[in-house]
């Protein structure tokens, strides 16, 4: 182990190396504070290697299935796939933790605890997977009849895998409530996505900047992407220069084309831009070129439970707050004064709160100011770095 404090080994299968949470926050505050950082994770190339901030990594090639559905059933099941990899990989290494960041990892950590090296093993809970089944699952016929019980059939099946890990992270409330009823003995601790973006030049001035409003992360039809098109279609009529950014990556892909279609249709090729999903240390420029972030989440089980780490990007770069009337964002748009509530399902009310924000030049820095005010002190990343320290600490003290 060398002058390392411990060994930690992070394993993912839906999450890439460079991913902002994962790495840029957990893997490099751990490498900071002394550990050994190892990155275990699917992708589309075999691959090995180590980082410039000094986390190993070995991304292992993903299986690939045929399309036929039972077929593809069986094929899951032959055993020296992805997750045997995996297993032979992460066993190797012989960690002190073994820190699991993706549902579908948990078929490997029991195995990975029961190893004679007595290792420790933390389940991180990134998202609400029962209900992403109910919200996202959008097959035909029988299969779509069928997700209740298959999103009932996850949660038992999670719970179960879980039970005998050491800890569990969350990255809300409503998830640590719920884990802290199944294990109510167990340690459940939140980390919160805090932003770990530079804050060397906020500022709550509009003046040369790019863009009106700007959305980033995951573009998807549950995530407001046509409710914003619409919105900026009304918002033209009053305001012929009202600029959008979306920067993301675009799920399913076609939703790309389909906007690029309405955006042609509806004469908005100098309103909208796409950018596709940039490094995560170039999302700073684009925040500083934007005045107002959007936060336009429908009303699905999913966004109703998880927190969303844009909303403290947008608050640490001085953009007020254009969100919904729900959940997490709704609380912090109140309880800091940092933008506007609006129904996700209502273009007509986003196009008005749009330009209500851009021609009051007062509401607009103060609610920009809050906005800076209230990320500096509550919703830096560096606050919960030592949280993450002292809940290693704690575990390998055990």
Same mark, same amino acid.
Do not use: C
């Given at each position: 182990m060398g002058n390392y404090l411990a060994k930690i080994c992070f394993l993912a299968d839906s999450h890439a190396l460079y991913d902002d949470r994962i790495y840029w926050k957990q893997a490099v505050s751990l490498v900071k504070t002394g550990y050994e950082v190892y990155f275990?994770?699917?992708?589309?190339?075999?691959?090995?290697?180590?980082?410039?901030?000094?986390?190993?990594?070995?991304k292992i090639l993903r299986d690939k299935f045929?399309?036929?559905? !039972?077929?593809?059933?069986l094929a899951k099941r032959i055993p020296g796939g992805l997750y045997a990899k995996m297993f032979r990989k992460a066993a190797s290494l012989e960690a002190d933790v073994y820190h699991i960041h993706d549902l579908k990892v948990n078929r490997i950590g029991n195995k990975l605890k029961n190893s004679s090296f007595n290792p420790k093993v933390i389940?991180?809970?990134?998202?609400?997977?029962?209900?992403?089944?109910?919200?996202?699952?959008?097959?035909?016929?029988? &299969?779509?009849?069928?997700?209740?019980a298959w999103s009932t059939h996850i949660r038992k099946w999670e719970k179960k895998s879980v039970t005998h890990y050491d800890l569990i992270i969350t990255t809300e409330e409503n998830m640590q409530e719920r884990f802290r009823s199944y294990f109510p003995e167990k340690p459940v601790e939140i980390i919160y996505?805090?932003?770990? &973006?530079?804050?060397?030049?906020?500022?709550?001035s509009t003046e040369n900047k790019e863009y009106d409003a700007i959305y980033t992360g995951g573009i998807t039809k549950f995530r407001g992407a046509w409710q914003i098109l619409e919105a900026v279609n009304l918002a033209k009529r009053k305001k012929n220069d009202i600029r959008i950014l979306f920067l993301g990556n675009w799920f399913p892909v076609n939703l790309r084309k389909e906007m690029e279609t309405f955006i042609k249709d509806n004469d908005l090729v100098n309103h909208v831009s796409m950018i596709n999903a940039v490094p995560y240390?170039?999302?700073?420029?684009? !925040?500083?070129?934007?005045?107002?972030?959007?936060?336009?989440?429908l009303p699905i089980l999913t966004h109703q439970i998880i927190l969303q780490i844009k909303i403290f990007e947008y608050m640490n770069f001085g953009l007020p707050i254009v969100g919904s009337n729900f959940g997490h964002i709704k609380k912090i748009i109140q309880r800091h004064q940092c933008g506007i509530e609006v129904d996700p399902e209502d273009?007509?009310?986003?196009?008005?709160?749009?330009?209500? $924000?851009?021609?009051?030049?007062?509401? !607009?820095?103060?609610?920009?100011?809050?906005?800076?005010?209230?990320?500096?002190?509550? !919703?830096?990343?560096?606050?919960?770095?030592?949280? $993450?320290?002292?809940?290693?600490?704690?575990?390998?003290?055990?």
């Open positions: 275990i994770l699917a992708d589309d190339v075999n691959e090995t290697g180590e980082t410039a901030e000094g986390i190993k990594f070995e045929p399309s036929n559905l !039972y077929i593809n059933y389940y991180d809970v990134h998202e609400p997977y029962p209900e992403n089944i109910l919200d996202y699952w959008e097959g035909k016929g029988i &299969l779509r009849r069928l997700r209740k996505n805090y932003t770990n &973006l530079s804050v060397a030049d906020h500022s709550s240390s170039e999302v700073a420029e684009y !925040y500083r070129k934007s005045k107002i972030g959007l936060g336009i989440f273009p007509e009310e986003i196009a008005g709160e749009l330009l209500n $924000l851009l021609s009051d030049e007062a509401k !607009y820095s103060r609610m920009s100011r809050n906005g800076i005010r209230a990320a500096m002190d509550n !919703y830096r990343w560096d606050i919960m770095e030592k949280k $993450l320290i002292n809940i290693y600490q704690t575990l390998l003290s055990e």
